[in-house]
DNA sequence: AGTCCACAGGAAGGGCAGGCGA
DNA sequence: TCGCCTGCCCTTCCTGTGGACT
């Protein structure tokens, strides 16, 4: 239950009164709206006894159907033990295959049985501004190995002998674990991976492997070759989750994060054959549970029924344009709101009509018209957020144009036109 | 077969902001 | 304070594309 301690006026610090049930000495605010929500909270049976347990970032003791993976990548990182440097490993596998999931966790229990000789790093290039260009991956390798540096301003060499140096300063095994590390790239080049692999014949007294997890593919067959072979000493692939597979999952979690009389029948077969549909995505299928169950806690019920888990799939779909259109610059939401007024005409609207809508919005609104080369790379970020769908078609002699869609149900497009029509006027 | 159109998209570089060391 | 370095956003210049038209 929820400790607060009342205030002067009896309304305790967040400004809301305690639950009558479960606190005494109500305050003024017990009787507003507010207050019923809370209450309500507070008196119905929780779904999720341990909600952390759903979360995606939770490694299990257990993973499913991963078995045959956690042993491969442990007989290939054992070397470690002995003092040894594994060779570099190179992940494949789509999104939700439990990559990360398997590589935290086969190295979270190298590094108890290491005994203070292994050091695993985990960088997530995706993650923007944190380790998606040269220097910010050897600035957050700097700061793992405690060393303090900008987030920029200083040479890139200068920031590598840095890293190098806490590398090296004591006797040790470094796992580096670059997750989406086509991400980096695609950014950055290849030249940091040639650099990192080789980083080997430097060292003294420490040993540096890689891991390095995509799931693009064909990446590997992009590299430099000189890069590829280092990189990919090992490999190893994660092949989709099946529906079935999917459903083992979820109860594994859901034994820790909930009662079994919390879920309908249904739910979870339902959950895992979603999800099965978006290649065999683990993650997905977590998230429609995990969001299921709290739009049933909302509601006030204690069982998350087949209902909420139709609802939570609509819900994550918006939830996660509408955020990304928020978060997007002034520019591209004045890009994205002309393909919206000229997708009301034609559904399929074209890169010269947007640019006259978009001329036009910016005069209106005083914003600054950018080039149509510029515009051109707005629409294919807009596209790669899954906002729009386009296609480069040829018109013959009328010319080579983008056709675009809006890749939006009607109650979307309805919510995102409310949203950039309060941006824009 | 050659021309044309309306772009797509790569490459190079400018300008700015944030940060460092001298 | 200055020179240098970085990331980021943007422009300019340029080549490539592919199907309709001549």
Do not use: W
């Not at 692939?237 to 009389?261: C, G, H, M, T, W």
């Not at 609802?311 to 004045?334: G, N």
């Not at 629409?379 to 078609?393: H, K, N, R, S, W």
């Amino acid at each position: 239950m929820v400790d607060v301690k009342s205030g002067s006026n009896g309304v305790n610090a967040a400004g809301l009164g305690p639950a009558p049930s479960a606190m005494t000495g109500m305050g003024a605010g017990s009787k507003t709206p507010l207050y019923k929500v809370f209450n309500q909270f507070l008196e119905a049976k929780p779904v999720f006894t341990n909600r952390d347990a759903m979360n995606i970032s939770f490694t299990p003791d257990n993973i499913p159907h991963r078995d045959k993976q956690v042993e491969e990548l442990g007989r290939m990182l054992a070397p470690v033990l002995k003092g040894g440097k594994p060779s570099n490993i190179f992940i494949y596998g789509k999104t939700g295959t439990g990559k990360t999931l398997v590589a935290k966790y086969v190295t979270s229990e190298l590094e108890k049985l290491a005994a203070g000789k292994l050091k695993v790093v985990y960088v997530n290039c995706k993650m923007k501004h944190t380790a998606d260009t040269e220097y910010r991956l050897l600035a957050q390798l700097a700061k793992e190995f405690g060393r303090d540096v900008p987030f920029t301003g200083l040479p890139t060499d200068m920031i590598y002998h840095a890293v190098f140096e806490a590398i090296d300063s004591v006797e040790q095994n470094v796992i580096l674990i670059v997750d989406e590390i086509d991400s980096l790239v695609q950014k950055a080049g290849d030249e940091i991976l040639y650099t990192l692999t080789r980083i080997n014949g430097d060292l003294k007294q420490s040993k540096l492997s890689m891991i390095g997890i995509t799931n693009d593919l064909g990446f590997i067959d992009r590299l430099d070759p000189r890069i590829r072979s280092s990189l990919s000493e090992e490999e190893m692939v994660f092949p989709p989750y099946n529906a079935v597979q999917l459903q083992d999952i979820l109860k594994e979690r859901l034994s820790l994060a909930a009662n079994k009389e919390s879920v309908s029948d249904g739910v979870v077969a339902k959950c895992a054959a979603l999800a099965a549909q978006e290649h065999g995505d683990a993650r997905r299928a977590l998230d429609l549970l995990r969001v299921a169950g709290e739009l049933a806690e909302r509601s006030g019920e204690s069982k998350i029924l087949i209902s909420h888990v139709d609802t939570a799939q609509e819900k994550i779909d918006q939830d996660r344009v509408i955020e990304i259109t928020k978060a997007q610059p002034r520019q591209s939401q004045a890009i994205l709101y002309a393909i919206v007024q000229l997708s009301q005409k034609d559904k399929n609207v074209e890169t010269g009509n947007v640019m006259d809508v978009y001329s036009r919005l910016c005069s209106e609104c005083g914003l600054k018209p950018l080039t149509q080369r510029r515009v051109s790379d707005l629409i294919a970020e807009l596209d790669m957020f899954g906002i729009i769908q386009t296609q480069v078609v040829s018109r013959g002699r009328y010319g080579r144009t983008r056709v675009i869609n809006l890749a939006l149900s009607d109650a979307l497009y309805e919510k995102m036109k409310a949203l950039l029509k309060e941006v824009f006027y």
